[in-house]
């Protein structure tokens, strides 16, 4: 009789904290809402309390960019906001980010 009300109340305690954590995160689920094709790296565009993020990711390196809603048209307007130009720069920041990581590695390891 002991172990059957342990494991309700064990049940109990398992559902309240999936229950307070569903809640805290609650409105704040990132969701990805398009990609934008590219040959060098992979541009994803995620949704979440308002703001875009726009994430670059190459390799094993990735860098992220915050907007708010308000600031842009929506994804054709981050589209054209992420132009040659603009990849360009985050390519060289990439290149900058190997380079860090391969002296940090070298000195360090």
């Known amino acids: 009789m002991k172990n059957k009300i342990n494991e309700e109340k064990n049940i109990v305690y398992i559902l309240l904290n999936h229950l307070f954590l569903f809640r805290k995160t609650e409105g704040r689920n990132m969701r990805v809402i398009a990609n934008i094709p590219h040959t060098k ?5 995620f949704s979440m309390n308002d703001k875009y993020q726009i994430k670059f990711e190459a390799g094993l390196m990735e860098q992220i960019f915050k907007i708010a ?29 190997y380079l860090q990581l391969k002296e940090a590695k070298s000195t360090n390891l």
């Not at 308000?70 to 132009?83: F, L, S």
Request: glycine share 6%; no cysteine.
């Open 41 to 45: 790296v992979s541009i994803t565009i």
């Open 69 to 97: 809603h308000t600031e842009v048209n929506g994804i054709e307007g981050i589209t054209k906001m992420v132009d040659e130009a603009f990849i360009e720069k985050i390519m060289t920041r990439f290149n900058e980010m």
